[in-house]
């Protein structure tokens, strides 16, 4: 500073420079503001993507692996043999029983359910014994099939909550008796699923699950559609999926052909999109910074235009130019920096009215908004740098004016 002038009192000189134009500095910072707020919003937006994305998968199983009898295509053929059987699935379990901690097998049918004469289609799906804890399934009323009901084939099922409300909507389905087909079954549990699955599952909002003995019933026969294993860590998933279609071709035909697959690529994927896409809208969102840098470069010159003769008074009385660039950079540096702590504190406050929202509602429990703290400090940073950075050329150009052209400038 030059001699006589504190820091302190080029400080206010700044702000008594921004005051004096209140809007111009307004809408300048306006683009800061903007601009720090997305970067906020995008990592926060991001973050609860990756989450909610990774969350579903996760929730399927990021130890589980799955196969079956796959489609032969227009020119394949299958056979009865062809079909996984519990035989494979017990021959699964024993070749492999250090690496998996749970299997269970699936097969499901489109039925029509009969309750007290009204007819509507269920989605059958009979069960194995450890489905419940590889579909991760909550019992909301009853119970669940004890070790008893499956090989005994006890006429039992539970009913998915959504179709418990339809087909009993005033009264406690438990004990209550719905007819499928040609057999009459005593519902004892209404469950869910604890999470989503994206799809990856045999419940639909309307499905029924027996034991899966009862479904030879229905079919004559019994085979899976689908086979679950969940490997004991992930590391093991590679190889146990590699040995899961293994035993299936051992012990069937050469032509059979058996899909056998995992989470894990999916879940690597899903991870790499939710990094890609966090990447590309922070772009976007350091692009809005770069423009609000421009408007500050635009209205700093004019500003510098418009006080050409200041400086040049400034200058008359011994100010060096290092002390009028820092006067120009101050005021650039207030813009910037006021700008970033009003979009960050508006970017902050939509994550947290989001989670108070979602807290007053019980079926959203455990769901919160992320705010990730990095990505805020790295917006007040590149907010301010921007400031710098676009504010140097018209501070530069104001310590650089000649005094004497400067003090006849009108």
Known sequence: MWPGLPQGEAWKLAWGVLLANKTRALLTMLGVVIGSGCIVLVVTVALAGQRYIVGQIESVGANLVFGGLADPGVSGSLIPADEVTPADLEAVKDGLPNAVTDAAGTNTLQMTADVNGVERPVNLVGVTEGFDRIRNLE????????????????KVCLLTEELARRVFPYENPIGKEVR????????IGVFRERLATLGQTEITHESVIVPFSLLRYYTGTEYFKTIYVRADTSEDVPQVTLQVAEILKARHRPGARYRVENLTGILETARGIAMALTVFLLVIALIALVI????IMNIMLVTVTERTREIGILKAVGAPRDAIRYQFLMEAMIISGGGAL???????????LLNFILGLFPETEGIAV??????VAIAFVAS?????????????????LQPTESLHYE
Do not use: H, K
Request: hydrophobic share 45%; proline share 8%; aromatic share 10%.
């Open 370 to 375: 992320p705010v990730s703290w990095i990505s």
């Open 342 to 352: 009003v979009g960050i504190l508006i970017a902050i406050s939509i994550p947290s």
């Open 384 to 400: 301010c740098s921007t400031g710098l950075i676009f504010g140097y050329l018209p501070a530069n150009r104001a310590a650089n």
């Open 180 to 187: 499928i087909g040609e057999l009459q079954f005593v519902v």
């Open 292 to 295: 609000s840098g421009i408007g």
């Open 139 to 154: 019992v909301l009323r009853g119970r669940y099939f004890s070790p008893d009901d499956m090989p005994s084939r006890t």
